[in-house]
């Protein structure tokens, strides 16, 4: 099991009368190599939980096992590490340093890596070739278009080839033909044997997934696997 959750809570502002359940004992199971979407409209608490099981934030009650690690009992630095190692991260926003050209951006999470200098930018140029933008290494964000950029921000989460991609909204800025271009990119990444979250409100996006987790309030009301086209 890779990802085994129980009983898990988010609650701010908890014995208060503005007390939120963001997370209201959600209980979710996730083996290697499944591409699963976890679905909802705004303020269902999709974001909280892929938040929570990205070690970006802890629950308030619950357990939390990440490939058989109780990940609620790390510390920051430890939860920082585990983020780098296994996680890769993309994001509606992109989330991409406007200083930095596109090579520069992809290197970065292999600095925090520690991979050598030396293998540092043969290992991005390879991502961003992975992605079709290794003619745009040298540019920065602001010369390239949003489907260029959020390219170059899948390039820079598999950098470091992590068993794990979670994908918050990842079509939400795009066209529908570059958003096209991104869910294929993430479905070869399932092929290869890479764990997939995709994140969504939409569910013509979600029926990319093989899995459809679906959330309200806070809470799992639906989860089925489901036939899809492409495989």
Not at 86 to 91: D, K, M
Not at 161 to 177: C, N, V, Y
């Given at each position: 099991m890779l990802i085994d959750i129980r009983d898990l809570y988010k609650i701010y502002n908890e014995g208060k009368e503005s007390e939120v359940r963001a997370l209201d004992g959600v209980s979710l199971q996730i083996?290697?190599?499944e591409f699963v979407a976890i679905v909802g409209q705004s303020g269902s608490g999709k974001s909280t939980l892929m938040?929570?099981?990205?070690?970006?934030?802890?629950?308030?009650?619950?357990e939390y096992y990440l490939d058989g690690t109780d990940v609620t009992s790390l510390s920051d630095k430890e939860l920082a590490r585990i983020r780098n190692r296994?996680?890769?991260?993309?994001?509606q926003g992109y989330n991409l340093i406007q200083?930095?050209?596109a090579l520069e951006n992809v290197t970065l999470p292999l600095i925090?890596?520690?991979v050598s200098v030396f293998d540092r930018e043969d290992m991005?140029?390879?991502?961003?070739?992975?992605?079709?933008?290794?003619?745009?290494?040298?540019?920065?964000?602001?010369?390239m278009s949003g489907g260029q950029q959020q390219r170059v921000a899948i390039a820079r989460a598999i950098a470091t080839?992590?068993?794990?991609?979670?994908?918050?909204?990842?079509?939400?800025?795009?066209?529908?033909?570059t958003g096209r271009h991104v869910l294929e990119i993430l479905r070869e990444l399932y092929r290869e044997g890479t764990t997939i979250l995709?994140?969504?409100?939409?569910?013509?996006?979600?029926?990319?997934?093989r899995r459809v987790v679906r959330l309200s309030d806070g809470r799992v009301i639906a989860d089925h696997p489901q036939e899809v086209e492409w495989e």
């Open positions: 083996d290697k190599g938040n929570v099981l990205g070690c970006l934030d802890i629950p308030t009650y619950g296994e996680i890769g991260f993309i994001f200083e930095l050209d925090y890596r520690g991005a140029m390879e991502a961003l070739a992975r992605v079709g933008m290794e003619d745009r290494a040298h540019h920065r964000p602001s010369e080839r992590p068993p794990i991609i979670m994908a918050d909204e990842p079509t939400g800025a795009l066209d529908s033909k995709l994140i969504t409100h939409d569910d013509s996006i979600a029926a990319t997934a």
